[in-house]
């Protein structure tokens, strides 16, 4: 385990840890994270997959745990900078130190959503999206659709402009956010054209320009994420990807819980092999 020092166009430090096999198989795995989890949760699976042979790479977004700056009130981070700079920076050292490798990506949750904003994305054989979908809050069950306008309507914004920057951690929903990645979740949650609309304010779009396979997983204890909306984001921002679906059980997990995260626990990592298994049967 090995960590990198990298630095996004916007001059922003961006810190990403290198996993590396004893006996590489030339085969190169990078994990773009969830909205305001931390690289440590990707840690295990990471090192799952370097014992496979893998290379493989974690790292923070800017804002967001080896990459917070002191002073997250000034920090302009946003998602859409996220998937153009961030993700972008990780591509171009992979693309000079790697050129050779096969390239596989695991997007989970925002993690696949800010594909179509690097148009590099291009370079990965497969993709695997995990707890990822078109998150417009009008396909949530009734419960989860109450919370989601309450709390993305009126708390989110609110505490924002209190503190001058999301403070997640105090709602149970990760790591405190900069003020504009705040206002792009929001927008991915009350947009009916949620991951569409952030691209739309980009001014491009390389999301249909994306032919390869995807293995779409999707846990069955997971609140806050609907058939629905799985397919509408395959279908209406990813037309072009391949798609196979597939639910995780909670009974295929030892603790009985998957979730919207813990699918990366080190004890989940019997499910682990559902990955492993797509990105062989991409050869």
């Given at each position: 385990?090995?960590?990198?020092?990298?630095k996004?166009?916007?001059?922003?430090?961006?810190?990403?840890?290198?996993?590396?096999?004893?006996?590489?198989?030339?085969?190169?795995?990078l994990?773009?994270?969830?909205?305001?989890?931390k690289?440590q949760?990707?840690f295990?699976?990471?090192?799952?997959?370097?014992?496979?042979?893998?290379?493989?790479?974690?790292?923070?977004?800017?804002?967001?745990?080896?990459?917070?700056?002191k002073?997250?009130?000034?920090?302009?981070?946003?998602?859409?900078?996220?998937?153009?700079?961030?993700?972008?920076?990780?591509?171009?050292?992979i693309?000079?130190?790697?050129?050779?490798?096969?390239?596989?990506?695991?997007?989970?949750?925002?993690?696949?959503?800010?594909?179509?904003?690097?148009?590099?994305?291009?370079?990965?054989?497969?993709?695997?999206?995990?707890?990822t979908?078109?998150?417009?809050?009008?396909h949530?069950?009734?419960k989860?659709?109450?919370?989601?306008?309450?709390?993305f309507?009126?708390?989110?914004p609110?505490s924002?402009?209190?503190?001058?920057?999301?403070?997640?951690?105090?709602?149970?929903?990760?790591?405190?956010?900069?003020?504009?990645?705040?206002?792009?979740?929001r927008?991915?949650?009350?947009?009916?054209?949620?991951?569409?609309?952030?691209?739309?304010?980009?001014?491009?779009?390389?999301?249909?320009?994306l032919h390869?396979?995807?293995?779409?997983?999707?846990?069955?204890?997971?609140a806050?994420?609907t058939?629905?909306?799985?397919?509408s984001?395959?279908?209406?921002?990813?037309p072009?990807?391949?798609?196979?679906?597939?639910?995780?059980?909670?009974?295929?997990?030892?603790?009985?819980?998957?979730?919207?995260?813990?699918?990366?626990?080190s004890?989940?990592?019997?499910?682990?092999?559902?990955?492993?298994d797509?990105?062989?049967r991409?050869?």
């Amino acid at each position: 385990m090995k960590e990198l020092k990298l630095k996004n166009n916007l001059s922003q430090p961006i810190v990403a840890t290198l996993f590396e096999p004893k006996i590489s198989n030339g085969k190169l795995i990078l994990i773009n994270s969830a909205t305001g989890v931390k690289q440590q949760i990707y840690f295990k699976i990471a090192q799952f997959f370097s014992k496979k042979g893998f290379t493989v790479f974690t790292y923070d977004y800017s804002g967001i745990g080896l990459s917070k700056p002191k002073n997250l009130k000034n920090h302009n981070s946003s998602m859409r900078t996220w998937g153009k700079e961030d993700f972008t920076t990780l591509t171009d050292f992979i693309k000079n130190n790697y050129p050779d490798f096969e390239k596989y990506l695991i997007g989970h949750s925002v993690g696949a959503l800010i594909l179509g904003m690097n148009e590099d994305s291009k370079l990965f054989k497969s993709f695997v999206f995990i707890s990822t979908q078109k998150a417009f809050v009008g396909h949530l069950k009734l419960k989860i659709k109450i919370l989601g306008y309450l709390g993305f309507g009126i708390i989110q914004p609110l505490s924002t402009k209190l503190f001058g920057y999301f403070p997640a951690h105090r709602f149970g929903l990760g790591e405190s956010l900069p003020k504009n990645v705040a206002k792009d979740w929001r927008t991915l949650i009350l947009n009916k054209k949620s991951t569409n609309a952030l691209l739309e304010k980009m001014g491009f779009n390389f999301s249909s320009d994306l032919h390869q396979k995807v293995l779409v997983l999707r846990a069955e204890d997971d609140a806050w994420l609907t058939e629905k909306g799985v397919k509408s984001l395959l279908n209406e921002t990813f037309p072009n990807l391949k798609p196979t679906y597939k639910i995780l059980k909670t009974s295929d997990s030892p603790k009985v819980e998957v979730g919207h995260i813990n699918f990366f626990r080190s004890y989940n990592e019997p499910l682990w092999t559902v990955i492993s298994d797509e990105f062989s049967r991409a050869d």
